[in-house]
Every structure is written in C-alpha cells, then in structure tokens.
C-alpha cells in the first residue's frame, strides 16, 4: 500500500473557479511534505514545502496546508487558470530522507 | 545557471539493446536522484546517488539496472536488456549537499524511453 494517498484522482472544473486537492499520508517519522506541479511532459516543478511545525504555506494561488496529527495536507488553488492544467504531487519525507511520492491528481482547468 | 540538464529527450531502442540515460546536475549540487514515471502513474524513486557513492538504491530493479555519478561527467542511468516495460519517462532530480527539510529537489525535464 502506498504511503502516500492522493485524491481526487482527477479533477475537471472551470477557469476562475477554486479547488482543493487532498494528500494522506503514513510516512513515519515525519519530516516534510512538498507539493509539486507537473505539467505534461515536464519535470516536476515545486510550490511548497512545509515542515512539520508549519501548517500552512503560500505561493500565489497555491495555498497548502498540513496537519500533522491526522497526517492530512490539502493544496487549495485559487481562482485557477487554464496554465494550472497539469498534475499535482503530493512528496512526503522521514527524517532519513526516504521520499514517498503520491500517485498524483491530474487536474483539468476549461475555458 | 542552467538547471538540471538531461539527455536525450527521447530515446527509442529496441528491445535487447542498452539504453544509457545521461543527468547533469545544477551547478553547486552534488546530489542525484533517478525516478521513473511509467505511464499514467506517478514518480516512483529508483536511486540516490552523490558523488562516486550510491546512498540508496531501493527503488532500483535488481538486474539490468545501473547507475553511476563519477566523479567527473554527468550521471548516467544504464538499463541494459531494455524491454517493452522498461518505457517511460525517467526523470533526474538534484539537491544541494545537505537536503535539508527546507531545500527542494529540481527536476531534470526527463527522458522518454520508447522501447519497440
């Protein structure tokens, strides 16, 4: 069973519109949990990291949160536009390093 | 300051050949690492590498499967034998020496490989 649970699996939703994506997780000892976007063809790209005395973490229109006891994060896209069309990886790290990458969500923005 | 550099882009062999899949690391970074995205699936980690050492190569299939960072050059993933399951993008990641819990890793743009 993957350590790492990502949800939806995929996502449809309109431009302008907002969405929220899911990541569980059962990676112990938690060290830090990264959200990557991937858009078709291209390497991963990151939008935040956050430790585990961070619960929430800000870049443009991506706003990630974590919690750490129930071992949940969520990254909430804002008023999406058709460039947020790609694949969003959820990473979870231990303390040794060891990285578990979520299977990812593939998230479609349409005109 | 060029980012991580992979090549080729796409690389189409048949199968019983040697494919050999080059990364080269942003500058300052010493560490490598190889992950494999079969299609429709997400990243999965291969090896760990820094400089002539592999730290961890969990995720590495035990035959046919190699890699290298030597001291001099780019790093090099060697798949020898290739089969039709063998195609997917392989994709090269590097960090600074330290990964710290605040340091990412950047990713290379990946390599296509195309086994017929």
């Known amino acids: 069973k993957n350590q790492v649970e990502q949800s939806p699996q995929s996502l449809i939703i309109l431009e302008g519109k907002n969405c929220t994506l899911q990541?569980?997780?059962?990676?112990?000892?938690?060290?830090?949990l990264r959200w990557y976007k991937q858009d078709t063809g291209r390497g991963p790209v990151s939008l935040t990291i956050?430790?585990?005395?961070?619960n929430t973490k800000s870049n443009g229109r991506y706003t990630a949160t974590l919690d750490a006891d129930t071992k949940q994060s969520s990254l909430h896209i804002t008023a999406s536009q058709l460039s947020d069309s790609a694949s969003y990886i959820c990473?979870?790290?231990?303390?040794?390093?060891?990285?578990?990458f979520g299977a990812g969500t593939r998230l479609t923005v349409k005109p | 300051n060029a980012g991580v550099m992979q090549n080729p882009r796409h690389l189409v062999r048949r199968r019983g050949q040697e494919a050999r899949l080059r990364c080269s690391p942003m500058?300052?970074?010493?560490?490598v690492y190889w992950y494999r995205q079969l299609p429709e699936e997400g990243l999965k980690f291969m090896v760990y590498l820094q400089k002539e050492n592999i730290i961890d190569e969990s995720g590495m299939p035990k035959e046919r499967f190699s890699a290298e960072f030597p001291k001099e050059g780019p790093s090099i993933l060697r798949i020898q034998q290739v089969v039709r399951g063998d195609s997917a993008a392989y994709f090269c990641?590097?960090?600074?020496?330290?990964?710290?819990?605040?340091?990412?890793?950047?990713f290379g743009p990946g390599t296509r490989l195309t086994v017929l």
């Open positions: 990641a590097s960090s600074p020496p330290r990964l710290a819990s605040t340091d990412t890793q950047y």
């Open positions: 990473v979870v790290s231990a303390w040794n390093n060891d990285m578990r």
């Open positions: 990541c569980n997780y059962t990676v112990s000892p938690f060290s830090n």
């Open positions: 956050m430790t585990f005395s961070e």
């Open positions: 500058k300052g970074h010493s560490h």
